[in-house]
Every structure is written in structure tokens, then in C-alpha cells.
């Protein structure tokens, strides 16, 4: 069974940095790209970063481009999302997703993310 | 950047109707679309793939058709546990993008 659970949420001032952990099991990792998806209190969804398998290729919403970093490590199947110059708008429901041929299949439960001062 | 323009983004409806919603494209996406059910407090969950495929153990009175910009979901005849939020994923390039929602609700 696919298991996604992410960690790393909390209370951060605005300009702050935040990292956010996803670890994996239940599948082979290093197999899958994996995205990270948002949703603000109240608001839509909003899809924010992806990466491949092997990390290599790395894409991001204009919104985070400059400001927000996914990684991976393979031998620890674990996603993360280095998150710096926070912003109160940032304050969201983090989820992080696997990809099955570009698609968003599997996702964890979330972790919520509140950017106040 | 592909927009998704979903319509309606809310609507109310009883046990039994048939319901359509639907997502638009800015431009095409071949079939490079996803339709998600989402609950109060739960992650999404995904229904249809590659825009009319219906996803394993999904039951079969949800379908979904389109192709290149225009796209809907059909409920055929709602359920009480099908009072949920959808949307639509496009797939096709990055920047991905969510269609905004539509709020299904009990009439």
C-alpha cells in the first residue's frame, strides 16, 4: 500500500524558512516522480513543484519560482520543500503527491503551513 | 501557462439528479486531464484519468469525456456521499493547473 506522510508544518513569521519532509513507502521510490500540491485555508487547490525520479528535472509555480526548492533523497524515500522568504499568501495545506505517467495519483494527508507574524 | 476555467463553481442538486461539470482549456491538452473528489478535511481523490478513464474502484456512475479544450464530468445519479468539491488537473505541461473547484451540494 502507498504510504505518503509528510511532516515539517508549523508557525513561521513572514520572511521566514520552513522545510517539509514527505517520506515514502509502499512503492519504489526512485521510480516515481513526486509533486507537492497546496491548498490555501478555505481556497482551491494549487499545484506548486514537481521533481523526477532520479531528481534530476525540477519545475515550479511562477507563485514559489526563486523562493521554494524540492529535492530528493532516494535512499531515504523522502521528498522535501526547502521554503524560504515565506509570505503570509504561502499559509496553506501542503500535500505531497506521487506521479504515475504525469499523473497526480497518490497523495498524503497534509501538512498545514501558517505563515503570521 | 495552460488555464483552466471550471464551471460552475457551485452547484445544488439532489439524490438521484444527473449532473454535469466542466473544465475548460486555454488551450489543448489532447487528453492530458484528471478529475479529483475532494471532502471537507481529506485529501483529493482521483476519479477519471486521461479525461475519460475511469479510475479503479470509482464507482461507474461517474464518467467523463473530452478532448483538446472542452471536458466535463457527468454524475449520473448522485449519491448522498458524492456532496464534495471537484476539480480538474491538466497534465499536459508545466506549469500544471488546477480548474478552481466546483462545490456539489445537497439541494
Known amino acids: 500500500e502507498v504510504q505518503l506522510l509528510e511532516s515539517g508544518g508549523g508557525l513561521v513569521q513572514p520572511g521566514g524558512s520552513l522545510r517539509l519532509s514527505c517520506a515514502a513507502s509502499g512503492f519504489t521510490f526512485s521510480s516515481y516522480a513526486m509533486s507537492w500540491v497546496r491548498q490555501a485555508p478555505g481556497k482551491g487547490l494549487e499545484w506548486v513543484s514537481a521533481i523526477s525520479g532520479s531528481g534530476g528535472s525540477t519545475y515550479y509555480a511562477d507563485s514559489v519560482k526563486g523562493r521554494f526548492t524540492i529535492s530528493r533523497d532516494n535512499s531515504k524515500n523522502t521528498l522535501y520543500l526547502q521554503m524560504n522568504s515565506l509570505k503570509t499568501e504561502d499559509t496553506a495545506v501542503y500535500y505531497c503527491?506521487?506521479?504515475?505517467?504525469?499523473?497526480?495519483?497518490?497523495w498524503g494527508q497534509g501538512t498545514l503551513v501558517t505563515v503570521s507574524s | 501557462d495552460i488555464q483552466m476555467t471550471q464551471s460552475p463553481s457551485s452547484l445544488s442538486a439532489s439524490v438521484g439528479d444527473r449532473v454535469t461539470i466542466t473544465c475548460r482549456a486555454s488551450q489543448g491538452i489532447r487528453n492530458d486531464l484528471g478529475w479529483y473528489q475532494q471532502k471537507p478535511g481529506k485529501a483529493p481523490k482521483r476519479l477519471i484519468y486521461a479525461a475519460s478513464s475511469l479510475q479503479s474502484g470509482v464507482p461507474s456512475r461517474f464518467s467523463g469525456s473530452g478532448s483538446g479544450t472542452e471536458f466535463t464530468l457527468t454524475i449520473s445519479s448522485l449519491q448522498p456521499e458524492d456532496f464534495a468539491t471537484y476539480y480538474c488537473l491538466q497534465h499536459n505541461s508545466y506549469p500544471r493547473t488546477f480548474g478552481q473547484g466546483t462545490k456539489l451540494e445537497i439541494k
Open positions: 503527491t506521487r506521479l504515475v505517467l504525469q499523473q497526480l495519483v497518490d
